[in-house]
């Protein structure tokens, strides 16, 4: 099992680099995701106010209309996607754990944070004012999740943390992106709400990514490590929460995310940060690339080999969320 590198002269040497090589790196990166970010608020996409126009009430009632056509199996990747984005205290304090409160990691994780808040708030005004699901049930995942506290066990762990967060903002905007795919004929508005998510995250990501290809060139051997051990220990958030299994099974079935989407994502974290690139490695450091190579053919693999026992097995669970009912693939 992967531990946290406590030793904190394991830290401190992660934390020379990264005062060194990229810190200098963050002023250019925020001012280039400020110049690509797209200012939203949950109320554009779904107005409430006490005085709304009647072309914000025709809006509304479209939407609500809309949303009575969700089959179960998107309202459950909904639940999903929603007690994932409200893990978000969580993610803040390990953030802070790992750069501290000084600096522009400072003003980046403030800032990433209210971008994100955006998620789980329009997510929960949509489930909530289209009355899709259980909410109260949904409300008690998400008071048990944060209750919990989420500590994985790269906790603290810099280089870790950067390489875990360009997997995760991927595969969160894959998910939501891939969500909004499968509901785009029956509900247009969610899927554009889904839309303004991952659009979000693709930003997140590239600010993220950005950091660990650097990390890649100026500590090739101590990154590839971080690399590996955040796959093999890779984790969504939430995982332990009641009803998770059965859920991602659910989104897995229906190609929402699954294994082969996961492997996908890893693909494009390779691409993006050059790893068929490297040169001149040493033995530690090949061994480690192969290691890491081996994950996405393994995790299609594994896809192939599940795919149509996943899609049988969905039809066995009762979820709570959304009254006891059966999903049943179209
Ligand atoms: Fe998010
Ligand atoms: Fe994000």
Known sequence: MYTTPTNPIIIDAQNDIIRTYLEPELDGLLEAHNK??????????????????????????????????????????????????????????????????????????????????????????YMRDCRIVDMKHVEKLQFQFLSDGWMPEWAGDPYATIAYTSFQERATQVSHRNLGKYVQKLTPSLSRILGHIAGDESRHYNFYTSLLKKLLQVDVEKCLQAIYTTLKTFKMPGHDIPGFSDMSITEHAVDIFGPKEFSEVINDVFTFIDFDKL????????????????????????????????????????????????????
């Open 36 to 125: 690509a970010r797209i200012d939203w608020f949950p109320s554009d996409l779904l107005p409430s106010s006490e005085q709304m126009s009647a072309a914000e009430i025709e809006q509304v009632a479209e939407i609500k209309q809309q949303s009575a056509k969700l089959p179960d199996a998107a309202r459950i990747a909904l639940v999903l996607n929603l007690i994932t984005e409200e893990g978000l205290p969580s993610y803040h304090r390990l953030l802070h754990q790992a750069f501290g409160d000084k600096s522009t990691w400072n003003i980046w994780r403030n800032q990433w944070t209210a971008e994100e808040d955006r998620h789980g708030n329009i997510l929960r005004d």
């Open 279 to 330: 040169k001149n490695l040493s033995a530690h450091c090949e061994e480690l690339r192969e290691k890491i190579l081996a994950y996405p053919p393994r995790l299609l693999r594994f896809h192939n080999k599940l795919i149509n026992k996943v899609k049988e097995k969905v039809g066995d669970f009762n979820f709570e969320a959304i009254y006891q009912r059966k999903i049943v693939l179209a």
